[in-house]
């Protein structure tokens, strides 16, 4: 029936159009409106839509030119960013990121725990420089003073793999070479420290233990003999078990130095426990047992002497080295005593 209709439309509106007066116009636009409304009823959308070939009419958009032809700046004037941020949940979308996840994956634990030890690990090198300053300054002076050229000095035990030669920064390298009186006391005098502290620790949780399930007077010559006996195991055990087990106390890895055999080997149990009995005995005899540090070519103790042991300049994995002003001051003393003999 709509075909039928849509065809005496085409007819009347073709002889209409023959006629051509005001009231064939006039008919020819009711017609012309009957025939749109026909055609429109007549044309089903979802055939039209299925027969589009949709790659094939992107295929002819020109997007730059499409590109082109838009206002940027016309369009971001007219969006409306506070109205935009207003619709935003920032909480919700805080919640749905996953933050430890995100640290994870960019590494940032890393990258401070690197940067941190990095940072550290210069600040204390800057401190143990100085401290090799003056190692060397007042080892070679007072080498001197009994008639020894420094550059016959030895440097290092024999069969240790030492640093040598400058960097390019003019530094000299000593690792492994023997540490000077300077870094040593410096050493020592932190030892003491952490063992007064470590005593004091174990001195009160043993009066704690004593007061709290015992009635025993701690004021009495036998407590305080007992307290003395606990005191010399403490300084025994905290310099036998550094010596042997890791080569260095807190004080030494601190300033940066390392006990060894006089062949550059590991001290063994044996050799540590010694050096700890006679470290005292270097010490109470009116400091005479560490004038060896001075004048000795290995810079050696009474208690050095005693354990088969030296002291030598270790820094981990970092080189030790000198400051390049001493470096430089060094050489040039050198070459001089070589162009004066």
């Given amino acids: 029936m709509r075909d039928r209709e849509l065809l005496l439309l ?8 023959d006629d ?3 009231h064939s116009a006039g008919i020819l636009s009711r017609l012309t409106s009957r025939a749109t409304g026909v055609v429109v009823d007549a044309v089903e959308p979802d055939a039209v839509i299925e027969k589009v070939d949709v ?9 730059n030119h499409l590109l082109d032809r838009v206002d940027v700046n016309r369009l971001l004037d007219r969006v409306d960013v506070n109205a935009l941020m207003d619709r935003v949940d920032v909480d919700a979308l805080m919640d749905r990121v996953d933050v430890q996840e995100l640290v994870d994956r960019a590494g940032i634990s890393d ?14 090198d800057v401190f143990r420089r100085q401290v090799v300053a003056l190692d060397v300054i007042i080892g070679n002076s007072t080498y001197r003073l009994v008639g020894r050229d420094p550059k016959t000095r030895p440097v290092a035990p024999e069969g ?12 000299g390298q000593i690792s492994g070479h023997y540490a000077g009186p300077v870094s040593r006391l410096i050493a020592f005098g932190i030892d003491v420290v ?5 005593y004091l620790l174990i001195a009160l949780g043993i009066s704690f233990l004593v007061d709290f399930f015992t009635d025993i007077d701690t004021s009495t010559t036998a407590w305080q003999l007992f307290a ?6 403490w300084l025994f055990l905290y310099n036998w078990a550094s010596y042997s087990i890791a080569g260095k106390t807190a004080g030494m890895a601190i300033v940066g130095l390392r006990v060894l055999g006089r062949n550059g080997r590991v001290l063994t149990g044996s050799h540590a426990a010694i050096r700890t009995l006679v470290l005292p005995i270097s010490i109470i005899v009116f400091g005479l ?23 030598v300049y270790d820094w981990g994995d970092r080189p030790a080295e000198m400051p390049a002003p001493v470096t430089e001051w060094v050489n040039k003393r050198l070459d001089e005593d070589e162009a004066s003999s």
């Fill in 160 to 171: 240790l793999d030492s640093g040598s030669g400058v960097d390019e920064t003019g530094r």
């Fill in 194 to 198: 952490f063992m007064w502290l470590g």
């Fill in 228 to 233: 003395l006996m606990v005191l010399s195991s």
């Fill in 10 to 17: 085409l007819l009347l509106l073709a002889q209409t159009a």
């Fill in 289 to 311: 047992g560490l004038l060896g540090i001075l004048f000795n070519p290995q810079r050696r103790s009474l208690h050095d002497a005693a354990a088969g042991s030296v002291v």
């Fill in 55 to 63: 790659n094939a009419l992107l295929d002819r958009v020109d997007v």
């Fill in 111 to 124: 990258i401070v725990a690197e940067s941190t030890g990095a940072i550290a690990g210069s600040a204390i």
């Fill in 20 to 22: 051509g007066d005001e």
